[in-house]
Nanobody
Framework: QVQLVESGGGLVQSGGSLRLSCAAS????????MAWYRQVPGEERELVAA???????NYADSVKGRFAISRDNAKNTVYLQMDSLKSEDTAEYYC???????????????WGRGTQVTVSS
């Protein structure tokens, strides 16, 4: 079984910074893409940032220049450095990973339980 555990959320003032971490554990061969999503109650979950195993990244337009995604493949961990936070960044942040558990199966998506980020104005 694969588990993703997020950490690093919390309450921060507008303009401040937070760093989220997500560590994958369990039995698997490797992890392909890793990503961060966020969701506000009543709205759809949206992609914030994603990183391939080789380090290519992409970002939602709303966070470009403020957030940075990175990963440590040896630790099966992905990070999200969030700077210049705004009140509209307030959301539950979820880690997502495409994990290959065996050669007999294609990679499948796993999700963490989420970590709350609240930005006060």
């Amino acid at each position: 079984q694969v588990q993703l555990v997020e950490s690093g959320g919390g309450l921060v003032q507008s303009g401040g910074s937070l760093r989220l971490s997500c560590a994958a554990s369990g039995t698997f061969l490797w992890i392909n893409d890793m990503a961060w999503y966020r969701q506000v109650p009543g709205e759809e979950r949206e992609l914030v940032a994603a990183a391939t195993r080789g380090g290519r990244t992409n970002y939602a337009d709303s966070v470009k220049g403020r957030f940075a995604i990175s990963r440590d493949n040896a630790k099966n961990t992905v990070y999200l450095q969030m700077d210049s936070l705004k009140s509209e960044d307030t959301a539950e942040y979820y880690c997502n990973a495409a994990v290959r558990v065996s050669l007999a199966q294609m990679a499948r998506d796993y999700w963490g339980r989420g970590t709350q980020v609240t930005v006060s104005s």
